[in-house]
């Protein structure tokens, strides 16, 4: 029997109002997932107040007794891992090795944050003025809004609501409507875990019952931190948004990630770094590969070794041995063929076909039931300023171009205004610094993939990846407390700051 899906606000499952939804296998798109039901602004709106309430309860909880709870769930989950990863790999066709790794990096963030329960340490300062104690507090921000993509459906809103929960905040969790069995099974082993009733509500709804919602909520105060995956363009909203507010989101929106590959560079490790970087998850990672920039002295090298190694990587059953699986859901298949139409009569195509494979693939997928499966796309030729160099496709498709010297590869790699990721093959460790120093993005991989960071390394962007802000690791307790200074004078008199400071 198909899933019956609904929101969960306060513990209790909210059946209406419910629009409904189908949540489908992109590996058989006939096949229905979960039947989910959607919700409207006002919903969304009464989740916010529910969780400012149980917040306030729940800030007064120890945080190593906090700490406690992020250990169950990192146990539940670690118990849970294959049936979550199932469910994953059947929802959003992530091959199941990739899935289970993603299952993997919320025990590691429960492992990371069920520790800092014990820390989450302020600090004490010295004064100007004796007999007086200056002080800082974390203090947690209250309700967090964690709004998500689906290509990352359990591991990514993991890295919001672990560590927001862990500092004391509840949260109002709208995850992708086309990841939503994933994101409630994830939800059901938050609630298993121990937390009270209303810290953490999951609510299904469309974009713009969303986008009313929380403006509802942000003007009524009662969500004090969106936290946003997705696109850039939904970002910049989203920025827009809380800015009227007066708020900062921590934003974690697209990626043209580049890959240098300078003349000295461990070619096969190239050409392995840009399958995996390109391909893996279909290119839907907002860290995959956008273009290789090359060195012209071994471009020829890099594109035949490149050609090759993408025709023998199996494409299909995402259960099976393959490099992906189907493209996530029907929408991001159409967007990506529209990508398609921006490959030009100048480029030169490496890999044969450019579409959705239908029928005779040669590379094992089965195409019988309607399956999202695509045709993995190398293009080669590619100018700064064709878009292919400059937007996201988010797709099996990579670009490659060429360089000559190092200066000039790092501003190819800005160019297209992402911040994100990057990486650069080189055994020169001269090469990797210098493009370590002049590149724009959050994050840098020497001889490495673009995707695939740890879960314990500040993780973001600049640019239109981002506004700065990081995830992971202790940077992310920024993005979930707020510094609170306290000062504390035992002198007996009114000692006033720059106008009594003592003399020696
Ligand atoms: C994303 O695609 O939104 O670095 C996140 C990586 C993963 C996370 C990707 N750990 O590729």
């Known amino acids: 029997m198909t899933r019956q899906l609904v929101s969960v606000i306060g513990g209790k499952d909210i059946s209406s109002p419910a629009v409904p939804y189908k949540s489908i296998n992109p590996a058989r798109t006939g096949e229905i997932v979960a039947d989910v039901g959607l919700t409207d602004a006002e919903t969304f709106a009464a989740a916010c107040r529910v969780a400012r309430e149980a917040q306030r309860e729940w800030a007064r909880v120890p945080a190593p007794v906090r700490g406690r709870v992020i250990a169950s769930v990192g146990r539940l989950v670690e118990a849970n891992a294959e049936t979550l990863a199932r469910l994953v790999t059947e929802e959003i066709g992530k091959p199941y090795a ?191 590969l956008g273009t290789a920039i090359v060195h012209e002295s071994v471009h020829a090298e890099f594109t035949a070794r490149l050609t090759v190694a993408v025709a023998s990587a199996a494409v299909g059953d995402p259960n099976g041995d393959v490099i992906y699986g189907p493209l996530l859901d029907t929408r991001f298949a159409e967007r990506y063929e529209d990508y398609l139409t921006w490959i030009q009569p100048h480029h030169t195509v490496l890999t044969g076909p450019t579409g959705r494979i239908t029928s005779g693939n040669p590379r094992g ?54 911040g994100l990721s990057s990486s650069i093959y080189t055994t020169d460790p001269r090469s990797a610094f210098r493009f370590r120093e002049g590149i724009g993005a959050g994050m840098v991989s020497v001889n490495n993939s673009t995707s695939g960071a740890e879960a314990h390394l500040p993780f973001g962007g600049n640019g239109k990846s981002g506004n700065g802000s990081r995830q992971s690791g202790m940077w992310v307790l920024d993005q979930f407390t707020r510094w609170q200074a306290m000062n504390w004078d035992h002198s007996g008199r009114l000692q006033k700051a720059q106008m009594d400071v003592a003399e020696i």
């Not at 709004?147 to 862990?166: D, H, K, Q, R």
């Not at 009662?222 to 970002?235: L, N, P, R």
């Not at 400059?390 to 490659?400: D, M, Q, S």
């Open 98 to 288: 990739e899935a289970l790794g993603e299952v993997r990096e919320i025990v590691d963030t429960c492992d990371f944050f069920l520790g800092e329960g014990r820390r989450l340490y302020g600090q004490t300062v010295p004064s100007e003025m004796p007999d007086k104690n200056l002080f800082t507090f974390r203090v947690p921000v209250g309700v967090a809004a964690i709004v998500t993509a689906g290509n990352f459906p359990v591991a990514v809103p993991s890295w919001y609501l672990v560590p927001a929960l862990l500092c004391g905040n509840a949260a109002v969790w709208k995850p992708a409507e086309y990841a939503a069995a994933s994101a409630h099974a994830l939800y059901r082993l938050f609630a298993a875990a121990g937390l009270p009733e209303g810290v953490l509500n999951l609510v299904f709804a469309d974009g713009e019952a969303t986008f009313a919602g929380l403006d509802l909520a942000l003007t009524e105060g009662t969500v004090h931190k969106v936290g946003f995956t997705g696109s850039t363009a939904v970002g910049r909203a989203v920025g827009e948004l809380c800015g009227r507010h007066l708020q900062s989101p921590c934003l974690e929106l697209g990626g043209k990630n580049p890959m240098v590959v300078t003349p000295d560079a461990d070619l096969d490790l190239a050409v392995e770094g840009a399958l995996f970087a390109g391909f893996g998850t279909a290119g839907q990672r907002c860290t995959s």
């Open 365 to 418: 997928a089965f195409t019988g039931d309607g399956g999202l499966y695509y045709h993995p796309v190398v293009v080669d030729g590619v100018r700064p300023d064709d878009r292919i160099f400059l937007e996201e496709t988010f797709g099996p498709l990579v670009g490659v171009t060429t360089y000559s010297t190092l200066e000039e590869a790092v501003e190819l790699a800005n160019r297209p205004g992402y």
